[in-house]
């Protein structure tokens, strides 16, 4: 198996703070590329740990699913699993609901 070094990319997850620039990775003694932010399959990977789009792309296609069908009793279960969700992805936001002045 031959690795792409041009696709290759290294994203490293953390908290807070930067990298120091005597952080490197290789493969094959070839230097690969940092990035702070990485598209896969459409979902926004960051070094800071958010996932942008992940809940729109992979939770609500299942939460939807046959929403036709069994129609929007369950709309305020999904709802609450939405905000849980955007809880967890951004601790540090506060999500204003409808109800807050």
């Known amino acids: 198996m031959s690795v792409n070094m041009n696709k290759t ?5 953390r908290k807070s703070g930067r990298l120091t620039s005597l952080t490197q990775f290789y493969y094959n003694n070839e230097e690969l590329e940092i990035v702070e932010k990485f598209s896969y399959l459409g979902i926004v990977f960051s070094t800071g740990g958010s996932f942008s789009n992940l ?13 036709q069908v069994w129609g929007f009793i369950q709309g305020s279960s999904i709802e609450r699993v939405h905000l849980q969700y955007f809880r967890l992805d951004s601790p540090k936001q506060r999500c204003a609901s409808p109800t807050d002045g």
């Open 55 to 67: 809940f729109d792309k992979l939770i609500s296609p299942v939460l939807n699913y046959a929403s």
């Open 9 to 13: 990319k290294v994203m490293v997850f």
